[in-house]
C-alpha cells in the first residue's frame, strides 16, 4: 500500500475530515513515522540508566522522552522537504504525502518548528548543558538529511545523529558530558553510531538504481550492493566491539553481556535475510530486529544496574 493511502485511511479511519488540523496531524504522523520512535528512545533510556546508575527519575524520564520524540520529529519532517524532488522520482517514495500533495510542504514546516519548540523546552528543562548543546544536535538533525548529496559518509553522519539520543539521556541524568568518567557515553555513541550506519547501508540498497542515476553519495550507489552489505557486516561488529567495551568501562554485569550476546545473534540472523541478490526482505531487516535489538540491550542495561 501506497505511503500517501496508507496515512489518509488511518486518518479517515479515525473519523477525521480532511483539511482539519486533526487530519493533517494524523497524516504527518504518518509520514514521518512517528511509531518509529522505538528506535531512538530506548538508547536514550540507556544512556539515563548508566549516568544513574539505576533507574533515572520520573521527571529525567519523561522529559527525555519528550525530547527525543521531538528530536526524532523534527528530523524527519526535515528530511521529507529536503528530499521531495528526489522522492518524486524514486519508485519507493512517490507516493509519499509529502510528494503527493495530501500534505503541503508548509504544514510540514510549521509540525517541524513545533517539533524543534519542543524539543528546546525539553532540553532547558533537564540540563543547562542540555540547552546549550542543543543548537549542535539541531545542526546534526536537519543537516544530515542533505549529507548524501556530497559524500558517502552520509550513513555515518545519520549513525552519529542518530547515537546523539544516548548523549541526549546521559547529560540530563549527569550533567556533563567532556569529563574522563563520561567515557561510557563516548563508547555507546560509538557504538550506536556504527549499528545505525550498518543498518542503514543494509536499507539503502534498496535505492541503489535511483541513487545512481541521481548522483547521489549512497554507499551502495557508488561502490555497489555486495561491498554495501560487507561493509555494514564491519559495521556490526565495531558496534559489538563498542558496546563490550561500554560495558567494561561502565562496569556492567552478566545481565549486559548476555543481552549483547543475543544482539550479536539477531545482528547474524538480521544479515542473512539480504544478500545481492534478494532486497526483498529489508524492512524485516530494518525495522523488526532492530527494534529487538534496542529494547533487547535497554532491557539488559538495566537489570545490570538494578540487580
Known sequence: MGSTKRALESAEARGLRPGTLAYKVRVF????????????????????????????????????????????????????????TYDARNPRTRNRPSVTGAIAPGTIALFAGVALAVLLIAAALLDPLA????????????????????????????????????????IAVRGSFFTPDDLPAWLLIAAVMFWIAGFDLIYACQDYEHDLAEGLHAWPARFGIAGALLLAKLNHVAFLAFLMLAGLVAGLGWPFYAAAALTAALLVYEHRLVSPDDLSRVNVAFFNMNSYIAVTLLAGTLLAEVI
Open 131 to 170: 540547552l546549550k548543546l542543543a543548537p549542535l544536535a539541531v545542526l546534526f538533525l536537519v543537516g544530515y538529511s542533505f549529507t548524501k548529496r556530497f559524500t558517502v559518509l552520509a550513513h555515518w553522519v545519520l549513525g552519529f545523529t542518530d547515537a546523539l539520543a544516548v548523549g541526549g539521556g546521559w
Open 29 to 84: 504522523l504518518d509520514l514521518v513515522r512517528f511509531e518509529h520512535t522505538i528506535f531512538a528512545l530506548p538508547f536514550a533510556y540507556i544512556g539515563m540508566v548508566l549516568a544513574a546508575e539505576g533507574l533515572p527519575t520520573l521527571w529525567d524520564f519523561v522529559w527525555v522522552s519528550v525530547a527525543m520524540a521531538a528530536a526524532r520529529t523534527l528530523a524527519f519532517a526535515v528530511n521529507r522537504l529536503a528530499d521531495r
